[in-house]
């Protein structure tokens, strides 16, 4: 022990291991069995992708930190994904080297995962091989040779079957002893030999590098490596940071390339796969006799035209079913938690200005958030069950001939599918999507998936116009007009998709290329780390801005002060919500309105009173720019019902109901709730989309791109709906 306790003392630093793998192969398992509660979350440095990282205990090299590494399929830098892997690898970008990389290789599916070990051997990183997935291995008929694996790959290897804690020691030992004599590693080179064309210009690329970059590449081998890099993922309309004399560089040499009909794919990826053909038969062997494989058998169901696309259509009337039913107990648990603490409060502290503050303004605040965190936790748990268990790529697959008909390809599934939770990870899933062009339309369409922050707008508007007592057969109006609102958000994301495919982002789409991985169950642990993890971004992320925004705006209502020196209460509902109109004191109203925030909506009101919206509404979405679900907070405060702002409140609907314009015609009719839910539906009414699409595209022209056609969008479309509907004698 005190030899222990010795190097620990003398280590300057934790040493840093990056757990690296192709997607699927249970490299984020593992790393979650080894570091335990350890995580943390966090990004990368200028860039949206999250950084996870936790620390393990070893028994010689101290205390590690793992780094768990976005999945890829390769090192060449196409997507962020991959070039996130090679930043981390070779310490680019103001990250630090890696002192080892455990490489976690799905046992099932080795030969494919043998590519991606041969990259990272041949920038001389030290490496652990973790063979994991041995049980579904073993379930296929799959025999894995571990001593030829040590003999041809030089390294350590480790079998393990993470989700289950199989092989967990294993690894730990064979990492602390790599760890422990890293200075002397003797990397195994290259298993392969470029040709002379190729190697020439190799040599004319390590020359600029010797001279250009700054972090570390130890060996000739290393600098050959990262000299394949460039040429392989340096692109003229690519995304990539590099040097501009490397770039300049790199481009001039693939333009050469191809004057002189050289193929570079042919010469590296055919070269490394003939490799892998070589040595996969001393390494796999399949039982005798092994009939057709658990996933074979299942995806002849959930793959086949028909039964498939039934399937995908039960699973996903299951997820909103979860959404719109099975999370109602929780949020009216929340509901109620927050009604108590608010009567708590008031009962503690005399009425007046600290009052309100906490009632209407923190503790508002902070229910509006929570109450939506039940809808969002069951969106994001079916989205990881169904990642985690390999469907959803079939989804994605069966999906693919509708979406290339739109300009989209069937990669796009996915964060179009998150959208439905939030704009902001769905973009960030965007970042898998290898054509920039594909990936860049993917963002553009986005946001106008329904996302769960307009649910309780939806929710407040169809409850205040169509009660539930309004059926068709025995479906409610309200049910029918809110699975209509997301077929329509659906069906405007693939026009939208269609029309800039064939406009502002036109270019040749690109084959989908989709690994369709082995049927497994989802590690329960990893499902409930995601699930604390989204659950943690969005109390922070967007709580925090819902929380700033809601007491501003009680604040911009409440202030000037009136006479008394105490500042106004927003209480519209004494003049419009009251039960006996004969008793309501009209003078709130012409004070609420004389308020900041009345000033802001009367001077907003000339442009809105086309859509039907009066100068509340437009509070409520200037509000709403922050966060959309902040407009039913701002209702409740104008209303004057302070804790009670959420979508169910019968007092808030009751107030909305008895509104009246100053010509006394009701405010809230059918028509201005259809104005306003198809606004809702395409404005861009989140600061937060439109920061996390200027830091994945990088570009601010794209991001006021967005913000221009999608506001001017809702407001012509909302336009057409009200002013239509007047022609029609609707209004």
Known sequence: MASTASSRTLQTRALTVAVVGNPNSGKTTLFNALTGANARIGNYPGITVERRTGFLDLSRSGRVELVDVPGTYSLTARSLDEEVAINVLLGRKGLERPDAALVVLDATTLARNLYFLMQVLEFEIPVVAVLNMQDAAADDGIELDLAAFREIFKVPVVATTARRRQGLQEVRTALDELLVRRKDYSAPGWFWTP?????????????????????????????????????????????????????????????RQRETGYDLETATIGQRYAFIDRVA?????????????????????????????????????????????????????????????????????????????????????????????????????????????????????????????????????VPMLSGFACAIPAIMATRTIENRRDRMLTIMVVPLMSCSARLPVFILIIALLFPAEEKVGFISVGSLMMLGLYLLSTLLALAAAAVLGRTVLKGRRQPLLLELPPYRLPDPKTVLMTLWERARVFL???????????????????FPLAGGGEPEQPALAAAVGSTDQQTADPGQAARLQSSYAGRIGNFLEPALAPLGFDWKIGIGLVGAFAAREVFVSTMGVIYGLGEET??????????????????????????????????????????????????????????????VYLTGGAYVASLLVYQGGRLFGLG
Request: aromatic share 10%.
């Open 281 to 413: 038969r001393r390494l796999v062997r399949q039982a005798p006799g092994k009939r057709a494989s658990r996933t074979d058998r299942i995806d002849a169901v959930l793959t086949h035209p028909l039964w498939g696309s039934l399937v995908f259509l039960v699973i996903m009337g299951t997820v909103f079913q979860a959404l719109f039913s099975w999370s109602e107990p929780a949020m009216l648990l929340v509901e109620d938690l927050f009604a108590r603490l608010a009567l708590g409060v008031e009962s503690l502290i005399p009425n007046g200005f600290v009052q309100e503050l906490i009632s209407d303004g923190i503790i508002a605040g902070v229910g509006g958030v929570v109450v939506f965190l039940p809808q969002i936790l069951f969106l994001f748990l079916f989205i990881t069950l169904l990642e985690g268990s390999g469907y959803l790529a079939r989804a994605a697959f069966l999906v693919d001939r509708l979406m290339r008909r739109i300009g989209l390809q069937g990669q796009a599934f």
């Open 195 to 255: 040709d002379p064309d190729l190697s020439r210009d190799l040599d004319e690329l390590e020359a600029a590098i010797a001279t250009e970059v700054r972090f570390p590449l130890p060996s000739i081998n290393g600098r050959r490596a990262f000299a394949l890099w460039l040429l392989m993922s340096v692109q003229a309309d690519s995304e990539l940071v590099v040097r501009p004399r490397l770039r300049a560089l790199s481009l001039a040499i693939q333009e």
């Open 540 to 558: 922070v992320s967007a709580g925090t801005i819902i929380l700033t925004i809601t007491i501003l705006l009680w604040f911009l209502l409440s």
């Open 646 to 707: 959420d979508a169910e409140n019968l007092g808030l609907r009751e107030a909305m109901r008895r509104d009246r314009r100053p010509d006394g015609r009701p405010l809230w009719t059918p028509l201005v709730g259809a104005s306003l839910l198809v606004f809702f539906l395409v404005a861009m009414q989140c600061m937060s989309t439109l920061a996390v699409t200027r830091r994945e595209t990088r570009s601010w022209r794209w991001t006021g791109f967005m913000l």
